[in-house]
């Protein structure tokens, strides 16, 4: 579900209150207006170029382009039973999160304004002579155009009524491109020529959000294996309290979930695999939006998987917590963890008890998992798959369902 939060703002400004502060990766746009070009239904920038298409609806009267204002304007009466309603569409389409909207502007009479982004509807924005009652977005992707429809009055009730708008000069839009979803079956390994000097305190690469702390904790990148090694300690309260208090782009995200990794998911059932390795002390646990998260944890560096099945776009959380006593791994001597790869893949990937990923599940599958129960770390090992009951690990019980599969096979 999106949240919504409502305010309350003038009666001439439709303001979806822009961030005063936020991580690098926000976009800014804004929008403006000029002459229309009726041929094509566009409105154009001066220069001539297309930057929003327009359609028209029912009764619009007056609608134009003022070259003193590089402004918009138009009329719509109350006129029987049909809609009345000019709809702008960016011809730009956006990639990242929608933050927020302001829309300059002076409007009057009846007029409700509904925004989408595609088809998707995220809100009606209504004056009924009290001013505007305004929605501000929380991270709702934007990942195509962006229209606002105005809509006029109906005749019912009030043949006087009417909606007017003038001085529609310009829209700013804030995108939020911090964190943006994987793309199925992308692996992402990390570059050393701009990691190495990068302060990772803060810091977004190829759509994953870096909050690491200082070298001391031994968080860092390091070159010689490529690595994002986490000395950082998390537990899980304390992570559950940041989801549900934060966003990734609010101030104090980054401090307070240090020695952390965020990912963006899309919809849909999938997993997340990370290649990785852990000293025997710690372990690394994967959040997946407000859900219990799911230990993983490997001495040598292999992929470890954890599915997610989510309704909409979701973060995924990847911290360090502390187990018991153990041994240390390598470069940085105070460091409990490093990964070295990243991955998201899509359902039609999972193939249940395909522990070895061949595409199907036989007798190779069944000793795989035996294997990997026993603690022999089968290279290729596919635990999301072997993890037939979905629990997030991978236990007898999900042998048995294999041999089960099996049989099930059998004519």
């Known amino acids: 579900m999106k949240r919504i939060k409502t305010c309350h703002s003038l009666a001439w400004l439709l303001a979806l209150p822009m961030m005063m502060w936020s991580l690098a990766g926000q976009a800014n746009y804004n929008i403006g207006f000029g002459p229309l070009s009726e041929g094509s239904n566009t409105v154009t920038n001066p220069n001539g170029g297309p930057l929003w298409t327009y359609a028209k609806s029912g009764d619009v009267e007056n609608f134009g382009y003022s070259q003193d204002a590089n402004s918009l304007s138009f009329y719509m009466p109350a006129s029987g039973e049909t809609e009345n309603s000019l709809t702008l569409t960016t011809v730009q389409t956006f990639s990242g999160r929608l933050q927020a909207i302001n829309l300059f502007t002076q409007v009057g009479g009846e007029c409700s304004i509904e925004l989408y982004v595609g088809q998707e509807k995220l809100g009606t924005f209504t004056d009924n002579g009290k001013g505007y009652n305004i929605t501000a977005l929380s991270y709702v992707m934007a990942d195509a155009p962006i229209t606002l429809k105005f809509v006029g009055p109906s005749q019912s009730g009030n043949a006087q009524a009417y909606a007017s708008v003038s001085g529609l000069s310009k829209v700013e839009i804030a995108i939020d491109e911090t964190v943006a979803p994987l793309p199925s079956g992308q692996e992402v390994s990390f570059d050393p020529s701009e990691l190495s000097t990068a302060d990772l305190s803060n810091y977004t690469y ?46 104090g995200y980054a401090i307070d979930f240090a020695g952390g990794i965020t990912l963006l998911v899309p919809k849909g059932k999938g997993y997340i695999s990370i290649e990785a390795q852990n000293e025997s002390t710690h372990a690394f646990h994967v959040k997946i939006g407000g859900a219990a998260p799911v230990e993983v944890s490997s001495l040598e560096r292999d992929w470890l998987e954890v599915p997610y099945d989510v309704e909409d776009d979701t973060y995924i959380y990847i911290y360090m917590v502390q187990k018991a006593s153990g041994t240390r791994i390598g470069r940085r001597a105070t460091a409990h963890g490093v990964i070295y790869k990243v991955k998201c893949a899509s359902a039609p990937t999972l193939v249940p008890g395909d522990a070895n990923g061949s595409g199907g599940v036989d007798k190779d599958d069944v000793q795989m998992i035996a294997d990997y129960i026993l603690g022999k770390n089968p290279a290729g090992f596919k635990k999301a798959q072997a993890n037939v009951d979905g629990n997030g690990d991978v236990t007898v019980v999900d042998l048995v369902k294999v041999i089960e599969i099996i049989l099930s096979q059998t004519p």
């Open 206 to 251: 190829q759509g994953i959000l870096f909050t690491l702390n200082n070298s001391e904790s031994g968080d860092g990148f390091e070159a010689e294996d490529n690595g994002i090694y986490i000395g950082s300690v998390q537990t899980d309260a304390a992570v559950a309290e940041i989801v549900s208090n934060y966003s990734p782009s609010d101030p």
